[in-house]
């Protein structure tokens, strides 16, 4: 059975940092691209990031360029979000979720998802 | 590449058939993806490549499309179908999904 358990959400300051991790199971890891998708409460979901398996390319929406980091553990099964200078706006449920290829495309679509872990960033 | 969903919400009741569409901002072939999230859950993939159906999926669920225009139709509406539905294309980085459409019960 696959499983994605995400873990490292909490309250942070505006400007603190954070990392996330996702823990994966159930299939080969090392296969697959990677990605977090967070969602606002009461919002939709926003794509954050994602890394590819074969070459460790990394990919970033625009909010979070040049603040967020993603990289992986294969030796670990695990996927990481490193967050820097966080804002109020960054606050959201993250989900880590595989990426299944189809086509020619590599990112294709996300069949398995975690349960998400919730960032708050308040003073 | 921007993502438009119509409409962003929508009530219905149980039996009807419903029809959600996606327009994206320049052509993504068929890198077109729908997504059912129901409150307090994570999204689950339903159709994937604008048109295959994703397994385990029930077969009342369609989609269509290609270029800029999609569609996701919903037949014979069941009472679990109630719940946010989002396309997502994954032609290009970033990847985006659309803003996303409520279908509430009438």
């Known amino acids: 059975e696959v499983q994605l358990l995400e873990s490292g959400g909490v309250l942070v300051q505006p400007g603190g940092s954070l990392r996330l991790s996702c823990a994966a199971s159930?299939?080969?890891?090392?296969?697959?691209?990677m990605t977090w998708v967070r969602q606002a409460p009461g919002k939709g979901l926003e794509w954050v990031s994602a890394i590819r398996d074969r070459d460790n390319d990394a990919y970033y929406a625009d909010s979070v360029k040049g603040r967020f980091t993603i990289f992986r553990d294969n030796s670990k099964n695990t996927l990481y979000l490193q967050m820097n200078t966080l804002r109020v706006e960054d606050t959201a449920v993250y989900y880590c979720?595989?990426?299944?290829?189809?086509?020619?495309?590599?990112?294709?679509?996300?069949?398995?998802w975690g349960q998400g872990t919730l960032v708050t960033v308040s003073s | 590449i921007q993502m438009t969903q119509s409409p962003s919400s929508l009530s219905a009741s149980v039996g009807d058939r419903v029809t959600i569409t996606c327009r994206a901002s320049?052509?993504?072939?068929?890198?077109l993806n729908w997504y059912q999230q129901k409150p307090g859950r994570a999204p689950t993939v339903l159709i994937y490549a604008a048109s295959n159906l994703q397994s385990g999926v029930p077969s009342r669920f369609s989609g269509g499309g290609s270029g800029t225009d999609f569609t996701l139709t919903i037949n014979n509406l069941q009472p679990e179908d109630f719940a946010t539905y989002y396309c997502?294309?994954?032609?290009?980085?970033?990847?985006?999904f659309g803003q996303g459409t409520r279908l509430e019960i009438k």
């Open positions: 997502q294309q994954s032609l290009s980085t970033p990847i985006a």
């Open positions: 979720a595989n990426a299944q290829p189809y086509g020619t495309g590599w990112y294709g679509r996300n069949d398995y």
């Open positions: 320049q052509s993504i072939s068929t890198y």
């Open positions: 159930g299939f080969t890891f090392s296969s697959y691209a």
